[in-house]
T-cell receptor
C-alpha cells in the first residue's frame, strides 16, 4: 500500500515562494500524483497533477524526481488567500483505482 | 451544469439509526468516490466506483454500504449509525485527467 507523509504545517509571508513536499513510498511507474487545496468547510479543490519531472500551470508547479518517491508542490509568491490545507493524492495500491489523500499540510500565510 | 450534488447538507442521527447520503453528478463521469473527514483531520476513502455496477472498498469501509445502479448516482448507506461516524462526508467524481476529482459541498453528519 502507498504510504504518504506530509509536514503538518508551514508558515510563510506574502510574496514568498512556498514548497510543500509529499513522500509517497510505493506508487506505480504510471501513477499520477495530484495536489489539492482545501479551505475550511469546503471540499478539496484540484490544483495540479503530474506524472514525472515538472509540470506548471497558472497557479503552481509540481516537481517529481526520477525515483518518484516524493513530489513537491511549489506556490510562487503566496498571498493571504493561499492560507489553506494542502493535500497530495495518490493511488492506494497497484491495480486499483482507490485514491488516498496524504495527511495534509496546513499553510499559514502572514502579511 | 450542477457538478456534484450531495444531500442532505446536515443530518443528526441517533445511535443505531440508518440513513442514506445521496450523491449525484451530471458530468457523465464513470469514477465516483466517498470520503469522510473527521474534525481537524484529513480525508479517508470509504468506497469508490469505476462505473455502474462496480464498487470497491477504500480505507475505512466498515459500517457503510454503496451501490451504483446508474452513472449519475452513488449513494452511501450507513447501516447502524455510531458516534464514531460523526464526520463530514464528501462525494467526488473524476473527470479529465486521472486523479482530478470534483467534490460536492459535503454532508455534515452528527451521531448522538
Amino acid at each position: 500500500l502507498a504510504k504518504t507523509t506530509q509536514p503538518i504545517s508551514m508558515d510563510s509571508y506574502e510574496g514568498q515562494e512556498v514548497n510543500i513536499t509529499c513522500s509517497h513510498n510505493n506508487i506505480a511507474t504510471n501513477d499520477y500524483i495530484t495536489w489539492y487545496q482545501q479551505f475550511p468547510s469546503q471540499g478539496p479543490r484540484f490544483i495540479i497533477q503530474g506524472y514525472k519531472t515538472k509540470v506548471t500551470n497558472e497557479v503552481a508547479s509540481l516537481f517529481i524526481p526520477a525515483d518518484r518517491k516524493s513530489s513537491t508542490l511549489s506556490l510562487p509568491r503566496v498571498s493571504l488567500s493561499d492560507t489553506a490545507v494542502y493535500y497530495c493524492l495518490v493511488p492506494m495500491d497497484t491495480g486499483r483505482r482507490a485514491l488516498t489523500f496524504g495527511s495534509g499540510t496546513r499553510l499559514q500565510v502572514q502579511p | 451544469n450542477a457538478g456534484v450534488t450531495q444531500t442532505p447538507k446536515f443530518q443528526v442521527l441517533k445511535t443505531g439509526q440508518s440513513m442514506t447520503l445521496q450523491c449525484a453528478q451530471d458530468m457523465n463521469h464513470e469514477y465516483m468516490s466517498w470520503y469522510r473527514q473527521d474534525p481537524g483531520m484529513g480525508l479517508r476513502l470509504i468506497h469508490y466506483s469505476v462505473g455502474a455496477g462496480i464498487t470497491d472498498q477504500g480505507e475505512v469501509p466498515n459500517g457503510y454500504n454503496v451501490s451504483r445502479s446508474t452513472t449519475e448516482d452513488f449513494p452511501l448507506r450507513l447501516l447502524s449509525a455510531a458516534p464514531s461516524q460523526t464526520s463530514v462526508y464528501f462525494c467526488a467524481s473524476e473527470g479529465g485527467a486521472p486523479g482530478e476529482l470534483f467534490f460536492g459541498e459535503g454532508s455534515r453528519l452528527t451521531v448522538l
